[in-house]
């Protein structure tokens, strides 16, 4: 199709209009699903897609690790049916492992757009399913080796044909997961996101056109690219590498794995080359290529677009060399449960392979885990029980400020932890303690962001996962800057035993027991001893900082406190 060129005002118009469906879409997923990884934590992402699996707009607030592959899921449906393969009223359903890229509960649903019998593109979303079968409840498993074993696959098939159920493989599902309700009332709100996202676009094509809406699209995607370009003409030409380390894959507890990356910067473009990277694990603690090319991207992004809403023209100036094998790269069957673990901190090394390039951009490393729990048993009357939450930490100190405290990772980005009122409401736990970690962030001019001290009490007898990483390997500082604390959970029994673990699987737990999370802060930016009285003091004052870390790391005196003063009657 020849796409015309269209006058400023009606590409606005269009730039708006379909960040503004995408976000419908994501506020309709929202408040009709039944889980709270999606409703309160919101662990999703919606958009549009164009003919070619490119996306034309994503809801704000998405997953950073998302970003823009919904196309890689709508793609693969293209390949298998052509686009003749589609009718008004599908919906197909898509979590293949070595497509997707990710662990299987990332459940996919899209649906074909419409306008007067032409395919003109496709509604999509992602989210985050409380149970999809297998071996592994929650997340934070490390027991599983291969993909087989981590739940139903389902590559591309037609939940709805035509407007029509298929009810064999709704059966299929309702048969083979261990949370039907949630899941499939989950499955329900996503079919309903997409058809609201379906009929928007056409609406949208009906009243501008189809050859104007795409001119316009393509406009939007040619801009972001421009924007993305001028600010990589600013960082020097040159490679640059840096290394870091996760602590282990959750199996082997005595082999660090090596995250190596170099970044080459040349001209307008940056390519992010991952041949140093760890190879595959015989473990969960593996993505495929997606995993390698969401770190590049939400790297790629927070240095060049970090404001610019999301669409296929954010990432043209980036390229990723990802060779087949790694841990960010692993071949069939390799298993997924944990495949975002590591993108925290390969994202972490990308920033601090340039920060000699552009200091001005780069803090230090955060927390640098996705770490989170998970809690499963029965109640009395048979019914199951899955409690899930994610953690906040320290991120790093930057070029002009601290880092924020009690924040999720970078890869999650607007997402939120449980609340501790619905989770004492809906399950056989106690939370004692939600409070900053003082003393957790690395000491700097700019302080690192502290984590958080989290326990909960078992009310009932039940099991768990426990996955943390930067337990042995802190969140490191820049220019002079401390490392953060490191993660550590510590499980205190009834009996009055104690145990600290980082990464244990189907942990057994009685009533009486308190589990407790003690997240990693972040790395501290610039030297301490620069770090101003004024804002020491105020550390000291609010809890953040001890007496004796002020004095051990910043190199005080005895900090001064404010004068009282006595007025006599």
């Not at 593109?121 to 985050?128: K, L, M």
């Not at 409690?387 to 890869?411: K, Q, T, Y």
């Not at 736990?429 to 958080?452: C, M, N």
């Amino acid at each position: 199709m020849t796409l015309q060129k269209n006058d400023p005002i009606t590409v606005e118009v269009v730039r708006n209009a379909i960040v503004a469906y995408a976000d419908e879409m994501a506020e309709a997923l929202c408040k009709s699903a039944y889980n709270m990884m999606i409703y309160e934590v919101r662990d999703y992402c919606c958009g549009l897609i164009d003919t070619t699996g490119r996306m034309i707009s994503q809801n704000r607030g998405g997953l950073p690790i998302f970003l823009a592959d919904l196309g890689i899921a709508v793609e693969d449906g293209i390949k298998k049916y052509g686009l003749k393969g589609f009718e008004e009223g599908d919906v197909l359903v898509m979590n293949h492992g070595h497509i997707c890229g990710q662990h299987l509960n990332n459940v996919v649903v899209y649906a074909p757009c419409f306008h007067e019998g032409e395919l003109i593109g496709f509604a999509a979303n992602r989210a985050h399913w409380v149970d999809i079968g297998g071996s592994r409840q929650g997340f934070g498993s490390n027991a599983t080796t291969d993909i087989y074993s981590e739940g139903l696959q389902m590559r591309s098939l037609k939940i709805y044909k035509a407007g029509e159920l298929n009810d064999t493989l709704y059966q299929i599902i309702q048969d083979n997961i261990r949370y039907p309700d949630a899941s499939l009332g989950d499955l329900r709100a996503q079919v309903a996101s997409c058809q609201i996202g379906a009929k928007r676009y056409a609406e949208l094509v009906a009243r501008y056109g189809r050859g104007v809406v795409e001119s316009c699209v393509e406009t939007i995607w040619d801009q972001t690219d421009k924007a993305a370009r001028q600010v990589i003409e600013r960082i020097p030409d040159g490679t640059y590498s840096a290394e870091s380390f996760l602590d282990n894959d959750g199996r082997d507890l005595a082999t660090p794995l090596r995250i190596a990356v170099k970044v080459i910067v040349s001209g307008s473009t940056i390519t992010v080359d991952f041949h140093g990277m760890h190879p595959q694990v015989n473990g969960p603690l593996n993505s495929g290529r997606s995993g390698g090319i969401a770190a590049a991207r939400v790297a790629f992004k927070a240095l060049t677009s970090p404001e610019l809403d999301v669409n296929e023209g954010c990432f043209r100036a980036l390229n990723v060399d990802l060779p087949d094998g790694t841990i960010l790269s692993a071949r069939p069957p390799a298993a997924l449960g944990q495949w975002s673990i590591a993108l925290p901190t390969v994202i972490d090394t990308i920033l601090k392979a340039l920060a000699p390039a552009v200091p001005e951009l780069i803090p230090a490393a955060h927390k640098g885990d996705m770490g989170g729990c998970s809690f499963f048993g029965f109640y009395d009357d048979g019914s199951r029980f899955l409690l899930m939450n994610i953690f906040g930490g320290g991120w790093g100190g930057r070029p002009h400020e601290d880092g924020e405290s009690a924040a999720v990772s970078v890869c999650q980005g607007d997402v939120r932890n449980t609340p501790v009122e619905l989770q004492e409401i809906k399950y056989p736990f106690i939370v004692e303690k939600h409070t900053l970690r003082p003393d957790s962030g690395g000491a700097g001019e700019h302080r690192g962001g502290l984590g958080i001290e989290l326990t909960y009490r078992c009310l009932r007898a039940c099991r768990g996962n426990i996955n943390f990483d930067r337990t042995v390997t802190p969140p490191w500082g820049l220019h002079g800057g401390h490392t953060g604390e490191v993660s550590v959970a510590i499980i205190d029994r009834a009996d009055g035993t104690q145990l600290r673990v980082n990464k244990a699987t189907d942990v057994h737990f009685t009533p009486g027991d308190r589990i407790t999370f003690l997240t990693a802060g972040g790395g501290g930016y610039g030297d301490p001893r620069k770090r101003s009285r004024t804002d020491l003091d105020e550390d000291i004052a609010n809890g953040l900082v001890s007496r004796e870390a002020a004095v051990r790391d910043y190199g005080h005196a005895e900090p001064q406190m404010p004068r009282r003063i006595v007025v006599n009657g």
